[in-house]
C-alpha cells in the first residue's frame, strides 16, 4: 500500500492549517492572544456569557483543552467567569472590556490573513474553496 501526501486531503488541509495558524499568530500577537485563544473569542463575539459546555459542541475541541485555554485567558485577562443563576454547576464565561476593545483589530488579523492565504484565487474559485470546505466540514461532523 502506498501513501501520496500529495494526494491526500488530510496531508493537504492539515498543511494548509498550519501555514493558516502561523501567519494569522503573527498577526494577532500584538493584541496579546495567541491562536488557541483565537477560536474562543470567536464564538465569544458572536455571543457573550455562554457555558463551557456550549463552547465545547460549537468548537470541536476536547475537553481539557477548552478548559486549559479558559484558565489562560482568564489569567490573561479576556474572560471572567460567573455561575449560572439557574444552576450554579454551570459557569457562563463573559468577554473582559480588553477582549471587546481587541476585536475589531483582530477581525482584520484574520481577514489580511485570508486575502493572502487566497490571493491566488478568483472570486468564483474563493467562494468554490469556501463552499467545499464547509461541506467537509459538515460530512466530518455527521460522521
Same mark, same amino acid.
Request: hydrophobic share 45%; proline share 1%.
Given at each position: 500500500? &502506498? ?7 488530510? !496531508? ?5 492549517? %498550519?501555514?493558516? =495558524? ?6 494577532? /500577537? ?6 488557541? @485563544? ?9 455571543? *457573550?456569557?455562554?457555558? @463551557?459546555? *456550549?463552547?465545547?459542541? %460549537? ?5 481539557? &483543552?477548552?478548559?486549559? &485555554? ?10 471572567? %467567569?460567573? #455561575?449560572? +443563576? /439557574?444552576?450554579?454547576?454551570?459557569? #457562563? ?7 471587546? +476593545?481587541?476585536?475589531? @483589530?483582530? !477581525? @482584520? ?9 487566497? /490571493? *491566488? ?11 467545499? &470546505? %464547509?461541506?467537509?466540514?459538515? =460530512?466530518?461532523?455527521? *460522521?
Amino acid at each position: 500500500m &502506498t501513501f501520496d501526501k500529495d494526494s491526500s486531503a488530510g !496531508y493537504l488541509v492539515n498543511h494548509m492549517a %498550519r501555514l493558516f =495558524a502561523k501567519g494569522l499568530q503573527d498577526r494577532i /500577537a500584538p493584541l496579546g492572544i495567541v491562536i488557541g @485563544q483565537f477560536p474562543i473569542l470567536l464564538e465569544l463575539w458572536e455571543k *457573550d456569557g455562554v457555558s @463551557q459546555r *456550549d463552547l465545547l459542541v %460549537r468548537l470541536d475541541i476536547e475537553q481539557a &483543552t477548552l478548559a486549559n &485555554t479558559l484558565n489562560r485567558m482568564e489569567r490573561d485577562g479576556l474572560i471572567k %467567569r460567573t #455561575k449560572d +443563576e /439557574a444552576d450554579a454547576r454551570v459557569q #457562563k464565561i463573559w468577554l473582559t472590556a480588553k477582549a471587546v +476593545e481587541i476585536k475589531a @483589530q483582530a !477581525y @482584520q488579523s484574520a481577514n489580511d490573513q485570508n486575502a493572502v492565504a487566497l /490571493a *491566488d484565487l478568483d472570486a468564483a474559485e474563493r467562494e468554490l474553496f469556501l463552499s467545499l &470546505t %464547509r461541506r467537509v466540514i459538515g =460530512a466530518m461532523r455527521s *460522521d
